[in-house]
């Protein structure tokens, strides 16, 4: 068990720094927004790129694992929408975030960090694709279901250039395919190349998790809200409950692959949540809270997965 929790402690002390940080210096939200673009832009797109390029293609096409672990975020996304809308009445843009409350792990700023550290890098390919094909999803999820809640005369053409745009020039879906290709035609960077890419990965997760928690001290006075247990509870034990289900069933995926996979979908919800809130006007102050006791709750539920994965008991 203490090797669990040095394992895990790290990454919530860079994430508790990041908030008291935020809390107690009086500085401007310039800089974080530098750190945020550092992150997602080179240090994230470095780390996938470097670990991907170095992996043999075939390990790459895994079209069952994919087809899975992206329809359990599907589901957990239709889960949450649907307790949202039929049950507690919320309209369709307060319920596309509640969604996304139940579904959208902390993918990019926890996701890497963790499944390395706790499983090593046999953990990076399952790590690029669950983030690679999840990001497309809600990608293509959040401005269609906000479309529709936000007018009755939806333009499919434009929408559908839209998502395209914004799934073919995110940098973690680049990153990716840009490493994919690497692998196929066997390149290799050159010698000072390699090196800048591996700073940048070095840096990536330390950095993504203090942003992170800087991210959250810095939004706004929250509103407690009385469906977050229930959607937090889809979140952090349904989801990965769902993927360990349908991994198993399927009885063909490496171990490795199944426990990286539990790990992406035990994460609490990602950051991005209340930034898309804010982005759409809808739920803006609840998925702050939202995401805030997503993160405290996982203190307990992640090592909790974590010394499960590693004691054999789920994977014997």
């Known amino acids: 068990m203490l090797n669990v929790i040095n394992l895990a402690l790290p990454f919530f002390l860079l994430i508790f720094l990041g908030f ?4 107690g210096a009086k500085l401007s939200r310039d800089g974080l927004a530098w750190m945020n673009f550092f992150v997602v832009y080179l240090a994230l797109p470095a780390l996938f790129f470097q670990l991907l390029s170095e992996t043999p293609l075939e390990e790459l096409a895994t079209f069952d694992f994919v087809a899975i672990t992206t329809f359990s975020t599907f589901v957990m996304f239709t889960l949450a929408y649907c307790f949202a809308r039929f049950l507690l009445g919320a309209k369709i843009g307060e319920s596309t975030v509640q969604a996304l409350v139940g579904s959208y792990s902390n993918i990019g700023y926890m996701g890497p960090g963790v499944t390395l550290a706790v499983l090593g890098a046999g953990a990076a390919v399952p790590t690029a694709l669950i983030l690679c ?12 279901m906000m479309s529709i809640g936000g007018s009755q005369n939806i333009k499919i053409g434009p929408l559908a250039f839209e998502i395209i745009k914004k799934i073919i020039t995110h940098p973690f879906i680049l990153a990716v395919f840009a490493g994919v290709l690497a ?12 090196q800048t890419i591996s700073f940048l990965r070095q840096a990536a997760a330390p950095c993504a998790l203090f942003a992170m928690g800087v991210t959250i001290a810095l939004q706004p ?23 360990f289900l349908l991994l198993k069933w399927v009885g063909t995926i490496d171990h490795l692959w199944i426990s990286t996979a539990l790990l992406m979908a035990a994460l609490p919800p990602a950051a991005n949540v209340y930034v898309l809130a804010q982005h759409y006007s809808s739920y803006v102050e609840r998925a702050s809270t939202a995401v805030l006791y997503g993160t405290l709750a996982s203190v307990i539920t992640l090592p909790t997965l974590i010394y499960l994965i590693q004691s054999g008991l789920l994977l014997p």
Request: no cysteine; glycine share 4%; aromatic share 6%.
């Open 183 to 194: 692998a196929a035609i066997e390149f290799r960077p050159p010698v000072a190349l390699d």
């Open 20 to 23: 008291v940080s935020g809390r």
């Open 221 to 243: 006075s929250r509103r407690t809200a009385g469906e977050l247990p229930l959607l937090l509870a889809i979140k952090l034990i349904a989801h990965p409950l769902l993927v």
């Open 133 to 144: 094909f999840d990001t497309i999803l809600l990608f293509i999820l959040v401005p269609m």
